[in-house]
């Protein structure tokens, strides 16, 4: 795998078609989804970027969110500390929330463990800005889903297969990747809004 991705590494486009199949992403025409009505005519949609270490991945991550305009999602194991409790992006999130009418962030976790293991400045960000930020543990169903992603509004995304690895993809201005991915989201979101009011850390 290294070998393949040293070799393409040089040509974005050639990159991106070899890795989209490993992980399960499929383009549609542009600003359409398939099996879904034809939208009005969008700009092309980006090219994908393919990401090789944790650090482009914090960095496609900040880029992500701070391109949001109303609505962030996070599909995350365990609230991931070295993407999400970082400095750079916790301030991103906040300036987000306080800078953008009916701002949101909703974060879906498998562990609840996390939400009481002690000191993390997301959750602490979360409690201070409940109007704003909501986590929910993923309903049961769900906790064997493996990738973990970040979404801003319906544009842009950064998606990884398997949330314990650094390979992944992202796509700053990419609605077709980005929508397929948030109708994953928001179907395990409303399955998973049962929690006990102790896991929650704020209620819509």
Known sequence: MARQMAATRGNPL?????RLASFALED????????????EREPAAETLHVLTTLEEVRTATETVAASGQRLISIMTPDLEPDIYDQAPLLD????FVLGHSFAKVRVLIRDQARLVSGANHFIAMAHRLTSYLEIRVRAPQYHALTAAYCIADDRAIVYRLRADR?????GFNNPPIARQFLQEFDAVWHASGG????????RR
């Open 166 to 170: 650094s390979e992944g993809i992202a």
């Open 92 to 95: 991103i999130l906040k300036r």
């Open 28 to 39: 549609a025409p542009s600003g359409t989804l398939a099996g879904q009505p034809s939208r």
């Open 195 to 202: 929690e006990e009011p102790e896991v929650r850390v704020a």
């Open 14 to 18: 050639k990159t991106t078609s070899a």
